[in-house]
């Protein structure tokens, strides 16, 4: 199989992460739950974890990286966190459900700061607008899930910043192939899924805490057993029940790749894949591709449509040649209405650093055989 689905869920792992997982099913415990030695190499496995993540996205103490179930997880308590009901916050035009569920559960005002596709000015300056002073939180999504649209988060940031408003990042995907710093973002908050661009496994995520946390569940955590209220220090306030310790010690390990690799390298090569990808499509009578003119605007993501022919059709023939793309909506609506694809959807190829040119040329043949039939 051709898997080009990366955007959801990156199949092709490091080989150290399933040997990490593997080892940990058997050896390692509960970490914070006894003093035997499963427990204590459970408790290490996630502190190193929390150590090089650390490293990789300049958070100083190890204890400000809490361990979630994905990003969606960690977006929910970064909101819940900072945002009530009726409060004023802005998002760009490009966000996941993930983001704009939470908000509407809550009853936030959500203000929009609509900008063009690919242009990374129209983006800005609509922030600009609307960083009132009554705005009580700023979340934005560093890289779109549908069109690999790069966002310029650290301008955003640094206007954040300037007027005392918390921004709230979401990384999903950008953790792992663009750098990240939290002290240079100076955010109150950093999302991010595991099994992504990080090629840990799914049912891990991170949140980055730089401001105070509300917890979303509430249980044991090992550690103050005899109070009702929960610690009120990181990461035991926000991880109640037993720790996901296979998944942590996958995750360790892919975060090691990257960091080994690094973001740079791995970012080039995405960015090459899908680059080749849309210049081979543009030239297939009837496809459109969602494409930036400058290259440093979009990520290893892209969209394309085929005139006269449905985008779930599309996938579904693909799938059937064993290339595994995503079509549809892709869990963010908000986005396609930016873009004017929310009635039609789009397919979506996503590379990672393990997808090569000769994958990206079969997927070509394969688009111009459906156009031909």
Same mark, same amino acid.
């Given at each position: 199989?051709?898997?080009?689905?990366?955007?959801?869920?990156?199949?092709?792992?490091?080989?150290?992460?399933?040997?990490?997982?593997?080892?940990?099913?058997?050896?390692?415990?509960?970490?914070?739950?006894?003093?035997?030695?499963?427990?204590?190499?459970?408790?290490?496995?996630?502190?190193?974890?929390?150590?090089?993540?650390?490293?990789?996205?300049?958070?100083?103490?190890?204890?400000?990286?809490?361990?979630?179930?994905?990003?969606t997880?960690?977006?929910?308590?970064?909101?819940?966190?900072?945002?009530?009901?009726?409060?004023p916050?802005?998002?760009?035009?490009?966000?996941?459900?993930?983001?704009?569920?939470?908000?509407?559960?809550?009853?936030?005002?959500?203000?929009i700061?609509?900008?063009?596709?690919?242009?990374?000015?129209?983006?800005?300056?609509?922030?600009?607008?609307?960083?009132?002073?009554?705005?009580?939180?700023?979340?934005?999504?560093?890289?779109?899930?549908?069109?690999?649209?790069?966002?310029?988060?650290?301008?955003?940031?640094?206007?954040?910043?300037?007027?005392?408003i918390?921004?709230?990042?979401?990384?999903?995907?950008?953790a792992?192939?663009?750098?990240?710093?939290?002290?240079?973002?100076?955010?109150?908050?950093?999302?991010?899924?595991?099994?992504?661009?990080?090629?840990?496994?799914?049912?891990?995520?991170?949140?980055?805490?730089?401001?105070?946390?509300?917890?979303?569940?509430?249980?044991?955590?090992?550690?103050?057993?005899?109070?009702q209220?929960?610690?009120?220090?990181?990461?035991?306030?926000?991880?109640?029940?037993?720790?996901?310790?296979?998944?942590?010690a996958? $995750?360790?390990?892919?975060?090691?790749? %990257? /960091?080994?690799?690094?973001?740079? @390298?791995? =970012? #080039?090569?995405?960015? *090459?894949?899908?680059?080749?990808?849309?210049?081979?499509?543009?030239?297939?009578?009837?496809?459109?591709v969602?494409?930036?003119?400058?290259?440093?605007?979009?990520?290893?993501?892209?969209?394309?449509?085929?005139?006269?022919?449905?985008?779930?059709?599309?996938?579904?023939? $693909?799938?059937?040649?064993?290339?595994? %793309? /995503?079509?549809?909506?892709?869990? @963010?609506? =908000? #986005?396609?209405?930016? *873009?004017g694809?929310?009635?039609?959807?789009?397919?979506?190829?996503?590379?990672?650093?393990?997808?090569?040119?000769?994958?990206?040329?079969?997927?070509?043949?394969?688009?111009?055989?459906?156009?031909?039939?």
């Amino acid at each position: 199989m051709i898997y080009l689905d990366c955007a959801a869920t990156t199949l092709q792992k490091p080989p150290a992460v399933a040997r990490a997982v593997c080892s940990a099913i058997h050896h390692a415990a509960s970490p914070g739950r006894g003093g035997h030695r499963p427990a204590m190499l459970g408790a290490e496995l996630a502190f190193r974890c929390r150590q090089e993540a650390g490293a990789l996205f300049q958070v100083d103490d190890p204890e400000q990286v809490v361990f979630t179930f994905n990003a969606t997880h960690a977006l929910n308590i970064a909101i819940r966190s900072l945002v009530g009901p009726g409060d004023p916050v802005v998002i760009s035009g490009w966000e996941h459900n993930a983001v704009t569920r939470p908000l509407h559960a809550i009853g936030a005002e959500i203000r929009i700061a609509q900008g063009t596709l690919f242009d990374q000015a129209s983006v800005l300056e609509a922030f600009a607008r609307q960083l009132t002073p009554d705005v009580k939180a700023v979340i934005c999504n560093h890289v779109s899930n549908v069109f690999g649209f790069i966002l310029p988060v650290e301008a955003i940031a640094k206007l954040c910043q300037e007027q005392n408003i918390p921004f709230i990042l979401d990384a999903s995907q950008s953790a792992g192939c663009i750098p990240i710093g939290m002290k240079q973002l100076h955010a109150a908050f950093i999302a991010m899924p595991g099994h992504k661009g990080l090629y840990g496994p799914q049912g891990t995520g991170l949140l980055l805490c730089g401001t105070d946390t509300v917890p979303l569940l509430y249980g044991g955590t090992g550690s103050l057993s005899a109070r009702q209220d929960m610690p009120d220090f990181l990461p035991d306030r926000l991880e109640a029940g037993t720790h996901n310790v296979p998944g942590i010690a996958g $995750l360790l390990e892919g975060i090691r790749y %990257v /960091r080994t690799r690094g973001t740079g @390298a791995i =970012l #080039a090569r995405e960015r *090459a894949l899908a680059a080749a990808a849309g210049r081979y499509m543009s030239h297939i009578p009837g496809v459109t591709v969602y494409q930036a003119v400058r290259p440093e605007a979009q990520a290893g993501v892209l969209s394309f449509t085929m005139e006269g022919i449905d985008c779930e059709m599309i996938g579904e023939a $693909l799938g059937k040649q064993g290339i595994a %793309v /995503r079509s549809g909506l892709h869990c @963010a609506p =908000l #986005a396609h209405r930016s *873009a004017g694809t929310l009635e039609c959807g789009t397919v979506r190829v996503s590379f990672s650093d393990f997808n090569t040119h000769s994958e990206t040329e079969r997927l070509v043949q394969a688009i111009k055989q459906l156009r031909i039939r």
